[in-house]
């Protein structure tokens, strides 16, 4: 295993790659068990089909994609808070219209211009080799922003995340830190679409915090059972991806499966015990 890593650090690709795949695991998977207690999961695949029109046409306009797709982020996730509070449109329908009409943006905008090249796809599907120097260090600066900022909101996160009516009677700002949290799931999703593309982002989020939640009762304890897994099964899924010539994106994924259903049947025998 020490042989395979050693080689796998010989080449510049792969060493920029496991440097921003565990930065943006860990954001990841802390902003997940916000997201999925709060009912929000989905708010990631919505943000990911924002982030790929955003990318459609910044190509179209050669504009750095990143400098165009992180404010488009942003300002979507306000937007479908927004909505969530909302009446006549409840968040998981506001996250299938962005989703849909996202892509439907960034399709036509593709078509219309540079095609379906080889860039727009590793957006889709995600590519280890897509990342350059730049990007590496916008998202190093990015993720470790958002690391710094959910450590100091963390009490304020945890308070909205499990009693987001009984926190605003004690006079906490909880549209403010709800905010903040559509804020840094933003920055994530578009530092991970990189990586995990488009179409697999969402379970970068997902995953992690449902399998840790298999077997954690306490919050912090989910959120750093939840890190762990994120860094390994990124890990085992880029070696994976190393060895057999496999998309990275596809082999975290399935990697993430493998290990939910391991926890989801030690959570079945604990509870037969």
């Avoid at 968040?91 to 080889?118: F, K, P, Q, R, Y």
Wanted: proline share 2%.
């Amino acid at each position: 295993m020490l042989n395979i890593l050693a080689e796998m650090l010989s080449y510049p690709f792969l060493v920029r790659a496991l440097i921003v795949g565990v930065l943006v695991s860990l954001c990841a998977s802390l902003l997940g068990a916000s997201l999925v207690l709060k009912r929000y999961s989905m708010i990631g695949d919505g943000l990911s089909h924002v982030g790929f029109a955003a990318l459609a046409v910044a190509y179209a306009m050669n504009a750095a994609p990143l400098a165009v797709s992180i404010p488009v982020c942003v300002i979507c996730a306000f937007f479908l808070l927004q909505l969530k509070d909302s009446s006549k449109i409840k968040g998981d329908a506001a996250t299938a219209l962005l989703c849909s009409g996202a892509l439907a943006v960034g399709v036509m905008t593709i078509s219309l211009t540079t095609g379906m090249n080889t860039d727009v796809c590793n957006y889709m599907f995600g590519s280890i080799l897509a990342m350059n120097r730049t990007d590496v260090t916008l998202s190093v600066f990015l993720s470790a922003a958002v690391l710094i900022l959910y450590v100091l909101f963390y009490n304020r996160i945890f308070a909205v995340t499990f009693d987001e009516t009984f926190s605003s009677a004690t006079g906490t700002r909880t549209r403010f830190y709800n905010m903040v949290i559509a804020f840094l799931t933003a920055i994530t999703v578009v530092l991970g679409m990189r990586m995990m593309g488009t179409l697999l982002i969402s379970s970068l989020i997902v995953f992690p915090s449902l399998t840790a939640m298999r077997v954690c009762k306490r919050f912090k304890t989910t959120i750093l059972v939840s890190a762990v897994l994120s860094v390994t099964c990124f890990m085992l899924g880029l070696t994976i991806s190393y060895l057999d010539s496999v998309p990275t994106g596809a082999c975290i994924v399935v990697t993430d499966i493998i290990v939910f259903f391991i926890f989801t049947g030690i959570e079945k025998l604990r509870e037969r015990v």
